[in-house]
């Protein structure tokens, strides 16, 4: 977890006159409006600069009595429609220090929403370089669950810190590292099935991945397990530390960013987290299959043909599609005590970002009222999500004929519908989800740096409570 002073936490004030009253200004048809709530002089000042409410515009602006109140702009409708965060947009803009949000025209629900945005604004990835962080603090404004918005992004700094760091110091040693820590925090217990004892606890696709690392660096099953009662929540990541694509190696331009191969493990952890925090009456489990998908003597090959845990052949057409064989044994050995819900997240495909992009979470799944409850969740939250099909008729097309499974079938139509179907022969025939999620930001925006990057477990978040009846 973040060290505490990088806490993405609401700032609490030490004398009231180190507080700055701030109003956030819609544009367009609203802002007279909205502007009509500043002290006078505010206002005058902010009219002769041109203020206009705009999302990204932020001022300081006199008061009477030698003091000041801040404005930031939450823009028109349109421009919403295109942002994220528009709180954070502004907020970032302001000079150091201490702001309470004094006037909004927002519902409770996105106010938090934008306070989440702002508190995600601090975060910095600074662990090789430190970087100085400008103290822009927010009060928790009233009606806003502070707790609630401090745990999400926790989760989301978490996620971001275990993608962003590069691969040498995040192998799957290191990962396990990071899921005991969390373990820790929460009072959760994590076992790990490591090396060799894969093969003994019939773990076989996860070991045939993960077995050309360095023996530092071997293949295991990590296994959070917390809670004591209510529905059984499973939640499987894919962990591969980082995929080289093995002896089908991936050219330089798509290895680059594949320490971040590891994202759906990340993105997993930062839901965990959120639940753990917040205390849900749910039996948990986290299952990561942490491997590095490594070149040497020992690599798998194409044509080679496993036996996976469920008892289900498959032959290797390509050792790049490395991520739904080490989740296929995850998912088989979760699919065993048929839990409530099965979840799966994965940096699983490049047909995935082909089809939504960076922004969006393609999810797949079997579950109506995860389904149902998803697009709401996504809005409340800031954390766009999109469903794609497990189109049945494509079946075949992972079907090779002379194993039960084809692990990249040639053409690519389809490539994230297939690897999705794929991982559905493992998970059980219950109410399964997997999101396809690529886990970075390739470019900055409010309150979302570039570089690693949540996405789908706020939407979870949102969503699992009415489905799962908490
Ligand atoms: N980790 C990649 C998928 C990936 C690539 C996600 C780029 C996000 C960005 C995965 O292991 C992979 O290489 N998949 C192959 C599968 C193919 C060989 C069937 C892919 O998508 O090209
Ligand atoms: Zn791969
Ligand atoms: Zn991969």
């Known amino acids: 977890m973040s060290e505490p002073d990088n806490a993405l936490v609401f700032m609490q004030p030490t004398s009231e006159q180190d507080v700055t009253d701030l109003y956030l200004i819609a544009g367009g048809d609203d802002f007279e409006a909205a502007m009509s709530a500043l002290p006078e002089a505010a206002r005058a000042w902010a009219g002769r600069n041109g203020f206009s409410g705009a999302i990204g515009d932020a001022r300081l602006l006199p008061a009477p009595d030698g003091g000041a109140v801040a404005v930031v702009g939450y823009g028109t409708p349109s421009q919403r429609s295109r942002a994220r965060f528009t709180l954070a947009a502004g907020g970032q803009k302001l000079p150091e220090g201490c702001y309470r949000l004094v006037g909004h025209a927002l519902s409770a629900a996105a106010l938090e929403a934008e306070c989440l945005g702002w508190l995600l604004s601090g975060y910095r990835f600074d662990r090789y370089r430190k970087a100085?962080?400008?103290?822009?603090g927010l009060v928790a404004p009233d009606g806003v669950d502070a707790a609630r918005v401090e745990a999400l992004a926790a989760a989301e700094a978490l996620t971001r810190d275990l993608i962003n760091t590069p691969a040498e110091d995040m192998g799957p040693a290191d990962l396990q590292a990071a899921v005991a820590a969390l373990a820790l925090l929460h009072?959760?217990?994590?076992?790990?099935?490591?090396?060799d004892?894969?093969?003994?606890?019939?773990?076989?696709?996860?070991?045939t991945v993960g077995r050309a690392a360095s023996a530092d660096r071997a293949p295991r099953l990590l296994d959070l397990r917390w809670g004591g009662e209510g529905p059984r929540l499973t939640l499987v990541g894919k962990g591969v530390c980082f995929d080289t694509g093995g002896l089908n190696l991936k050219p330089g331009g798509s290895m680059g960013l594949m320490k971040k191969d590891m994202g759906g493990a990340a993105t997993v952890l930062g839901l965990a987290h959120m639940i753990m925090a917040q205390g849900w009456k749910v039996r948990l489990r986290v299952l990561i299959p942490a491997v590095e998908n490594a070149v040497a003597g020992a690599s798998f090959r194409p044509g080679d043909i496993f036996t996976a845990r469920n008892g289900l052949?498959?032959?290797?057409?390509?050792?790049?599609?490395?991520?739904?064989?080490?989740?296929?044994?995850a998912l088989a050995l979760a699919a065993e005590e048929t839990?409530?819900?099965i979840i799966s997240m994965a940096t699983l495909t490049g047909a995935a970002r082909v089809a939504v992009g960076p922004d969006l979470a393609p999810f797949f799944t079997d579950d109506a009222a995860l389904r149902?409850?998803?697009?709401e969740g996504a809005a409340r939250w800031a954390d766009p999500v999109w469903e794609l099909p497990f189109h049945a008729p494509y079946e075949a097309m992972i079907e090779p004929g002379i194993a039960?499974?084809?692990?990249?079938?040639?053409?690519?139509?389809?490539?994230?519908?297939?690897?999705?179907?794929f991982l559905r022969r493992f998970a059980g025939g219950g109410a399964y989800t997997h999101f396809d999620?690529?886990?970075?930001?390739?470019?900055?925006?409010?309150?979302?740096?570039?570089?690693?990057a949540g996405m789908g477990a706020r939407a979870l978040f949102a969503a699992l409570p009415e489905v799962l009846a908490l």
């Open 404 to 421: 039960d499974l084809d692990n990249a079938p040639k053409g690519g139509f389809a490539g994230a519908i297939t690897a999705a179907l």
């Open 437 to 452: 999620v690529y886990g970075w930001n390739p470019s900055a925006a409010p309150g979302r740096p570039k570089g690693g």
């Open 372 to 375: 149902a409850a998803l697009p």
């Open 132 to 136: 100085g962080r400008k103290a822009v």
């Open 187 to 195: 009072g959760a217990e994590m076992s790990a099935t490591v090396g």
């Open 339 to 341: 839990p409530d819900r």
């Open 197 to 207: 004892a894969l093969l003994e606890e019939n773990f076989p696709l996860i070991h």
């Open 313 to 329: 052949t498959v032959e290797i057409n390509n050792t790049d599609a490395e991520g739904r064989l080490v989740l296929a044994d």
